[in-house]
C-alpha cells in the first residue's frame, strides 16, 4: 500500500534556547529528505506561544530550512505565515477557517488541515480547497491531548479513493512508523520521534528515511 511517504517535521511545542534550536533543527535537515516543517509553538494545553516569539524563531527557521529545499508552515496562523513569507499554513477544526485562511494567504500558499479520525471532515477539506489532511492521533503523544484516535485503515481507505495527499500525525517514532507508510501515508509528522531521538535529531531523520526507503514498493 506504500506510496512515496516523505517525512514532515514539527517543532517541540516549547523552544527557550533559539539558536539551540536553529542547530538542532540544522542537524535534523542534514540527516536526509525532509518535506516540510511546521513551526508550532504552542503547550500541551493549546496556549500558544507569543507572536514576537513565533516570529523570532520563524525568522532564523524559514530562510534556513527553505534554502535547504524545505517547505515551511505556521501553525492556526495564516496572518503570520503571510507576513513572514512562509510557505503555508496549518490549521485545525477550531480555527481560523479553511476559507478564510485561504483568502489570507492566497492561492499559492499550502493550507493543511487537521481531520482527527474522520474520512468526512478529510473530504470536506478536500471540496474546500485544502492541499492537504492530516489524520490522528495515531499514537499517545507528549505534544497535546488528541481529540481522536486515528485507525489505519483510514489511510488506507483514503489512499485507494482520495488524490489529495495525507498526513499520519500523533506519536509517531522510528520504531512505530512503518505500519502508517504500509497503510498508506504520503508523509509522516513527526516531533518528539525526532526531536528527542537517542543519538540526535539527525539520525532521526537517516532512521526514518532508511525505512521509508526500505518499504518502497
Known sequence: MNQECRLYLITPPIIDDIDAFVDACTQALDGGDVASLQIRLKSREGIAAPDEHIEAVAKQII??????????????????????????????????????????????????????????????????????????????????DPKAKAELDTLTWWQQFIELPCVAIGGITVDNAAPLIEAGADFLAVSSGVWDYKDGPKAAVAEFNRIIDSLRP
Not at 477557517?97 to 485561504?102: E, F, N, P, W
Not at 487537521?114 to 478529510?122: P, Q
Not at 489532511?133 to 503523544?141: N, S
Open 63 to 144: 530562510p534556513m530550512a527553505q534554502a535547504k529545499g524545505v517547505a515551511v508552515l505556521i501553525n492556526d496562523r495564516p496572518d503570520l505565515a503571510k507576513k513572514l513569507n512562509a510557505d503555508g499554513v496549518h490549521i485545525g477544526q477550531d480555527d481560523v477557517s479553511l476559507k478564510d485562511a485561504r483568502k489570507i494567504v492566497g492561492e499559492d500558499m499550502i493550507v493543511g488541515v487537521t481531520c482527527h479520525d474522520s474520512r468526512h471532515l478529510g473530504m470536506e477539506a478536500g471540496e474546500q480547497g485544502a492541499d492537504y489532511v492530516a489524520f490522528g492521533a495515531f499514537y499517545p503523544t507528549q505534544t497535546k
